[in-house]
Every structure is written in structure tokens, then in C-alpha cells.
């Protein structure tokens, strides 16, 4: 079966501006995650869906990150007024158990 | 307390050679320890994971090594080869949820 998808892959944008990050995470996958990597860095946490539970969105950086998940479906990740310090890829992944499932990412630049 | 200590940043290992990737950590209650590899432009792919009460676990190449008194962890990869150079990711997952607190990486090339 298809793996997790991440749309777009690549997206420019200008400081100032909204962007909308998706993921389709693989089907039957109750788990979902987004999380940041910025160049040469590790994998920073942002947030977590669980089925129809609250999100845990404690790794937010900001009221300008938000998350929605339909059910157990596509989720979106909404950055409002980008800044420049938002470059970085947006990496997202998915879980039934315990082995997480990433996306290619897309990598969001900032001008 | 969170955070995965990672070392090293980069790493240059000669085909044939073991390449060797260390992780610390502090909490003493995660309760499981993978390890990612991530290809240019790819997303990290799991490679091979552990839980605390093993001291050791093998697949292929790759090993990882768990020593639960020190709190520290390592990735070992056996006969190294030029198709392994990737950037290394350890993890530890925080008990009762599905959260993970990543480390910083380990770029990792193999000359042929």
C-alpha cells in the first residue's frame, strides 16, 4: 500500500504570508505526527493526533502553528505569518502501534 | 531531563569498517529506543529498535547495544558500506504515550 504522503513537497513563501502544510497519513493509522527539521538539526517535536483524543500540541512553538486531523485522515499544518525563523522541513508521520511512518516531508523556505 | 544526548555529529568510515553511533539519556522511565536513518530529500525510515529490558539486539549489519546502569545507548553497523552514508537518528519514547524526543543526528559516510 501507499505510504505517508506530504503536500507540497517544496514551498516557497514570503515573511508575512500563510501557508498550509498536508499529510495523508497511511489508511487505518490511528496515530499522527508533525514535526520540524531545521538544517543539520534533529527532528523537534510539534504535534500529536490519537484517534479521536485531544491532540497534544504541546510542541507548538507558537499561536502562529496550528493542526487539524479529520477523524483519521489527511491532517493539515497551518503556520500564519511566516517568518523566516519557519524555514525548515515539515516532516509528518503516522502509527498504528509503536514504528512510526514518515513522509518525504515538505520543505518550507521563507523569503 | 527530555532531551537524547547524540554523538557524533559526523562520522567518516572506511567500506568494511564499523561505524558506531552513541546516545544518552536521562530519563530513566522511557520505555522504548529506536533507531531512524534518513536518506537526502527522504523522510527517516526505521532501521532497528529496543526496549530497556535487553542489553542487545541484532539485525543484519546493524546492532544496537543497551546499557540500562549507564543510560546510554548505541547503534552499530557491521561491514559498513558506501550505501549506508545517511544521517543517523536515535529516539526514546516517553512511557504511557506515543511522544518521542529525537537526537541531533549523525552523518554518517562510508568511502568506498
Known amino acids: 500500500g501507499a505510504g505517508v504522503s506530504q503536500s507540497p513537497s517544496n514551498k516557497v513563501t514570503e515573511k508575512g504570508k500563510d501557508v498550509e502544510l498536508r499529510c495523508d497519513p497511511i489508511?487505518?493509522?490511528?496515530?499522527l505526527y508533525w514535526y520540524r527539521q531545521r538544517l543539520g538539526q534533529g527532528l523537534e517535536f510539534l504535534i500529536y493526533f490519537q484517534g479521536n483524543s485531544a491532540p497534544d500540541k504541546s510542541g507548538l512553538p507558537s499561536d502562529r502553528f496550528s493542526a487539524e486531523r479529520t477523524g483519521e485522515s489527511v491532517s493539515t499544518l497551518t503556520i500564519q505569518r511566516t517568518q523566516q525563523e519557519d524555514s525548515a522541513v515539515y516532516l509528518c508521520?503516522?502509527?498504528?502501534?509503536?514504528?512510526?511512518?514518515f513522509g518525504p516531508g515538505t520543505r518550507l523556505t521563507v523569503t | 531531563q527530555q532531551q537524547v544526548k547524540q554523538s557524533p555529529q559526523s562520522l567518516i568510515v572506511q567500506k568494511g569498517g564499523i561505524s558506531i553511533i552513541n546516545c544518552a539519556y536521562e530519563n530513566t522511565a522511557f520505555d522504548y529506543f529506536p533507531w531512524y536513518q534518513q536518506f537526502p530529500g527522504k523522510g527517516p525510515a526505521l532501521l532497528i529498535a529496543i526496549r530497556p529490558d535487553v542489553s542487545e539486539k541484532k539485525e543484519g549489519r546493524f546492532t544496537i547495544s543497551f546499557n540500562k546502569s549507564a543510560k546510554q545507548f548505541s547503534l552499530h553497523i557491521m561491514d559498513s558500506q558506501p550505501g549506508d552514508s545517511a544521517t543517523y537518528f536515535c529516539a526514546a519514547r516517553q512511557p504511557g504515550t506515543y511522544k518521542y524526543i529525537f537526537g541531533t543526528g549523525t552523518r554518517l559516510k562510508v568511502l568506498a
Open positions: 508521520a503516522s502509527s498504528l502501534a509503536t514504528e512510526q511512518y
Open positions: 489508511s487505518g493509522h490511528t496515530a
